[in-house]
């Protein structure tokens, strides 16, 4: 039963980690304001005033749940109520083996929700530096554009520098512009994805010649300028520029979002030197976007150049790349096991300024901070998930697992778990069997987690 008397807790951030949290905290019976600044204050990279609006890729990546962590994170969550996973599913769009969903009718379903839950109040502008003392539990959620003010304010008040890299945008491409004498359809090894099909991504081959002949381009395309403050922050190494990764070797991109391996064009019969892959971007298949080739070339540069591309010659698009400066905190050193900042404990953080890179692993972090703020305003006691666990590995990553000295963004992964237990007589655990075992072990402590009852805080 909801208690009338009991006082509200503040989410600020009204993305993926800021509406899960909302979302976990009302389903506890918890009244609470979601504030978001757009539309009063817009951002670089937001096009919308939605709520969880996605401004990179439209990939919640893999949905394996056996045999990669971030299926094993996404199965958590829906196991956990989570409202994103919930409106990811019901907008997903053919990815091969990924869960990608339409970037509009998703964040159209989730800001439907919050907006329709009584215990939510969405308060739409910007909250400049520390929050108000009166507000004695606060999420902070603002991503990886946190407001410079409030940026500044956190940074003074936990005495840590805060740390800052660069994320990249990819173009957008509509469908009907591209050439499909060239191009075709295809899933790589012709993997099924969630709706069953093997032929989800659109695939541009190039040949040795075209393929040096791009690279060279990307690598003497004119680049967007970098403000005075901006030129000592460093990339995050899972969405780095299509152009600095072409830099780092004339073959990186052919072992990177470029490899040609498990792909067969059926124009030339056999298999490209490269290939350039764009998935699904909308319900109506009607746009397409590049996979992996975030950038910061200039938009002048990026029309030129990715038209060198076979089957793109006359593409046109719905959106170029951009480029957005991420914040996080140095959160090993400077939250608590329950995601409180150490330095004023009424404060919470959650979503990718904790570090967890990645649309799941920022709504996850959302999921647990909500959790965690609901059964302290409750009285109740909260026990993180076992480390065995997505959540819980994810977790105990950003809160202390990681070097604090060196820390940067993690997308989640079996690394981040602790070490199997080998079968009986054995040395340890097969190779082909550890990726499941880590997921089995995951859900049935999961499971034994979820029924554990809370109590009554001391």
Same mark, same amino acid.
């Given at each position: 039963m909801n208690d009338p008397n009991i006082r509200p807790i503040h989410v600020i951030g009204g993305g993926l980690a800021g509406s899960e949290a909302a979302w976990q905290i009302a389903r506890a019976g918890v009244p609470v304001v979601l504030h978001e600044m757009r539309p009063v204050r817009e951002t670089d990279a937001h096009l919308t005033d939605g709520l969880a609006e996605l401004v990179c890729s439209n990939s919640f990546r893999s949905d394996d749940a056996e045999n990669n962590a971030v299926g094993l994170l996404h199965e958590e969550m829906r196991r956990l109520g989570s409202l994103i996973m919930a409106s990811g599913d019901a907008t997903k769009l053919p990815a091969g083996g990924a869960l990608a969903v339409d970037r509009v009718a998703f964040s159209e379903r989730v800001t439907a929700q919050l907006e329709a839950e009584p215990l939510v109040t969405v308060a739409r502008g910007e909250v400049a530096g520390l929050p108000p003392e009166d507000w004695d539990s606060v999420i902070v959620a603002t991503g990886p554009l946190t407001s410079p003010a409030l940026a500044e304010a956190v940074g003074k008040l936990s005495g840590e520098a805060y740390l800052a890299f660069f994320d990249a945008i990819a173009p957008i491409v509509y469908k009907e512009s591209i050439d499909f004498s060239k191009a075709w359809f295809q899933s790589r090894y012709d993997k099924p994805g969630p709706g069953g099909g093997t032929a989800d991504y659109i695939n541009c081959p190039l040949d040795e010649d075209q393929y040096r002949a791009f690279i060279e381009a990307l690598i003497g395309g004119e680049k967007t300028d970098f403000k005075?403050? &901006?030129?000592?922050?460093p990339y995050f190494e899972g969405c780095l520029p299509i152009e600095v990764m072409a830099e780092r070797g004339? &073959?990186?991109?052919?072992?990177?979002?470029?490899?040609?391996?498990? %792909?067969?064009?059926?124009?030339?019969?056999?298999?490209?030197?490269?290939?350039v892959q764009l998935r699904q971007d909308n319900a109506l298949g009607t746009l397409y976007n590049i996979v992996g080739f975030q950038t910061k070339l200039k938009y002048g540069a990026q029309t030129r150049i990715f038209r060198m591309i076979p089957g793109l010659e006359e593409?046109?698009?719905?959106?170029?790349?951009?480029?957005?400066?991420?914040?996080?905190?140095?959160?090993? &050193?400077? %939250?608590?096991s329950q995601l409180r900042l150490k330095a004023l404990p009424r404060l919470r953080f959650a979503g990718q300024i904790t570090g967890a890179e990645g649309y799941v692993e920022s709504a996850a972090i959302g999921l647990l901070a909500g959790r965690f703020a609901a059964a302290e305003r409750q009285g109740r006691s909260f026990a993180p998930p076992p480390p065995t666990t997505a959540h819980g590995a994810l977790l105990a990553h950003i809160t202390g697992g990681a070097e604090a000295a060196t820390f940067q963004p993690m997308n989640v992964n079996f690394g981040l778990f602790p070490p199997l237990t080998p079968p009986e007589g054995k040395r340890k655990v097969k190779?082909?069997?550890?990726?499941?075992?880590?997921?089995?072990?995951? %859900?049935?402590?999961?499971?034994i987690w979820l029924e554990t009852p809370a109590e009554a805080a001391e």
């Open positions: 005075d403050w &901006e030129t000592s922050t004339p &073959e990186t991109l052919r072992f990177g979002p470029m490899k040609p391996v498990g %792909l067969h064009d059926p124009h030339q019969d056999a298999r490209p030197h490269a290939v593409a046109e698009f719905a959106r170029l790349g951009g480029l957005h400066r991420n914040t996080f905190i140095n959160s090993p &050193e400077l %939250l608590d190779k082909k069997d550890r990726k499941p075992a880590y997921s089995a072990r995951a %859900l049935a402590d999961l499971s």
